[in-house]
């Protein structure tokens, strides 16, 4: 969500109508573990996938900002 506003969002994703945008900001909030658990399991699957090369510091840096 790059900590956009819900008024930002409606602006970079002009298809969604705000109530769209404010029930799944809300889902968000009320599962934020559920979600990063999800999305750590997907980036450690990719890391899986992509062992073996040396191009993974993309993943690393990723994975990092999503535990901030």
């Given at each position: 969500?790059h900590?956009?506003?819900a008024?930002?969002?409606?602006?970079?994703y002009?298809?969604?109508?705000?109530?769209?945008?404010?029930?799944?900001?809300?889902?968000?909030f009320?599962?934020t573990?559920?979600i990063?658990?999800?999305?750590?399991s997907?980036?450690?699957?990719?890391?899986r996938l992509?062992?073996?090369?040396s191009?993974?510091?993309?993943?690393?840096?990723?994975r990092?900002?999503?535990?901030?």
């Amino acid at each position: 969500m790059h900590g956009w506003s819900a008024d930002e969002l409606g602006r970079q994703y002009p298809h969604l109508t705000m109530a769209e945008i404010h029930a799944a900001l809300g889902y968000y909030f009320d599962h934020t573990e559920e979600i990063a658990g999800e999305i750590e399991s997907e980036l450690a699957h990719d890391e899986r996938l992509r062992a073996g090369t040396s191009n993974h510091s993309f993943l690393i840096r990723l994975r990092e900002k999503l535990r901030r």
